[in-house]
């Protein structure tokens, strides 16, 4: 392809939440812009789905649709991969052997699960009663092994920060544990939430809702254990794990199921480049979302390095901001549009119900409904009706389409 061919206004890199959202929302502001997404797979999924194919709620296809039919009418598709960045001449390399130039860049290809920072999770996972609902293959299997259980000891365990949607492992145990409450056999399930954090959740204002519910559950939390080891034939699962006075040890704990969220970090290809930041994820200004290195290069998504929780509701609002940033960078305008650190996680504490966490920057709460249609600190019914029946329709048919309802950006004020 000649160099003109492979030349656009704005690449973005994923398609993925983030990268769909950021181009939809860029073409409803200028239709006429040249966009191409580089994006390898043939499938674009609603990852938020699979706690509830996990709970035996959805199953897998739900949360499944073809790339090319999420990608916006107009944008190209570069089905292949990015394997470098190349800031300096305005141009992504690509696993074919080209590279894409661009004007402005949408840095949005998501995270890595680490797998393999837990010795034999990745020979295990899916088999010998240990799962995953962050890996779509074994979704289903957490459901299988839920509905097998019938007592014995059963294991959710939580990796060190960052890694996405904050609540998913604990959602987990929670759908779960209700399965097994209304089988009548959770007498006879010996439940432990293993983190390697040093509380249930990062922001303290949801934690007594959710002890209520590990209460009911009799589920037995264990801080400060990070999973380190999985012996799947032997089912026994090794934490590293540090005690009050910062003493360090090993256990090991058997189990008959062991669901667990691998641990996360940068994609190799973000964190190799001179994009990144010291942790390996993008460095962008928290606030614009505009990388710190390049001014015409944004981020949004699970790959930047912000401190707000990593969710498909946090892409929503982060692709407002970057549509209206980059598009004031290439104007040589000020840029006014403001994240601040939205993200949602709708924590299923029982089938039928949920906590709908929403908060920002510094655990501040930011609930998008008035108190009196939804208590964010209270489980309700019709929370879980948001995240089972009009969330995922808001995602395919708005968030995805360039609507922004309720994804409005903060405006900064203008200084006189
Ligand atoms: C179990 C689970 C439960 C969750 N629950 C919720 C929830 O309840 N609410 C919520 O809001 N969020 C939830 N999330 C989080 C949410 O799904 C993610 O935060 C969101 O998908 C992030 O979007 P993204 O575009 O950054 O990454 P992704 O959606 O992962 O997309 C990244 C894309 O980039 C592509 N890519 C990767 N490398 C390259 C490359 N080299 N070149 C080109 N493209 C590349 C990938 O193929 C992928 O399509 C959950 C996630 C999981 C796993």
Not at 64 to 81: A, C, F, M, Q
Not at 218 to 242: I, M, P, W, Y
Not at 255 to 279: E, I, R, T, W, Y
Not at 370 to 379: E, G, I, L, Q, Y
Request: aromatic share 10%; hydrophobic share 40%; charged share 20%.
């Amino acid at each position: 392809m000649n160099d003109q061919a492979n030349s656009y206004d704005i690449v973005i890199v994923g398609g993925g939440s983030a990268g769909i959202a950021t181009a939809a929302s860029l073409l409803i502001r200028r239709h006429w812009l040249n966009i191409a997404i580089v994006e390898p797979k043939e499938d674009h999924y609603y990852q938020p789905g699979w706690t509830m194919v996990g709970g035996g709620i959805f199953v897998s296809a739900e949360t499944i649709r073809s790339e090319e039919s999420v990608i916006p009418d107009g944008v190209t598709w570069l089905k292949d991969e990015v394997t470098t960045f190349d800031p300096d001449n305005n141009s992504v390399n690509l696993k074919s052997g080209g590279s894409a130039r661009y004007k402005s860049l949408v840095v949005a290809p998501g995270l890595k699960l680490n797998l393999t920072a837990v010795d034999g999770l990745a020979e295990t996972m899916g088999k010998n009663g240990v799962t995953s609902n962050y890996i779509l293959d074994s979704a289903p299997y957490t459901w299988e092994l839920v509905q097998k259980f019938h007592g014995g000891k059963a294991i959710f365990t939580q990796p060190p920060l960052p890694f996405k949607c904050a609540g998913a492992p604990q959602k987990a145990m929670y759908l779960s544990c209700s399965e097994w409450e209304s089988k009548g056999i959770l007498d006879d399930c010996d439940v432990e939430f293993c983190s390697a954090g040093p509380s249930l959740f990062g922001v303290a204002d949801y934690i007594p809702p959710l002890m209520e519910y590990v209460e009911r559950y009799n589920a037995n939390l264990s801080f400060s254990h990070n999973l380190v080891a999985v012996d799947g034939e032997r089912k026994v699962a090794t934490f590293a794990v540090t005690d009050a006075d910062g003493n360090k040890s090993r256990v090991e704990k058997e189990f008959d199921m062991l669901h667990v969220c691998p641990p996360q970090c940068a994609l190799d290809f973000v964190a190799n480049s001179p994009l990144a930041a010291d942790n390996g994820f993008l460095a962008v200004d928290i606030n614009t979302l505009q990388s710190t290195k390049y001014p015409n290069v944004f981020g949004a998504g699970d790959t930047i390095a912000t401190l707000n929780a990593k969710t498909a509701a946090a892409a929503r609002k982060q692709a407002v901001v970057v549509a209206e940033n980059l598009l004031a960078e290439v104007d040589g305008n000020e840029l006014m549009s403001l994240y601040e650190g939205y993200g949602s996680c709708p924590l299923t504490v029982t089938k039928g119900k949920i906590i709908l966490a929403e908060f920002g920057y510094g655990g501040k709460i930011m609930s998008t409904f008035p108190s009196w249609m939804n208590n964010t600190f209270k489980a309700t019914r019709r929370a879980w009706v948001l995240k089972a029946d009009i969330l995922p329709w808001v995602y395919w048919n708005y968030m995805l389409k360039g609507k922004e309802y309720f994804a409005g950006s903060t405006k900064k004020k203008e200084e006189h």
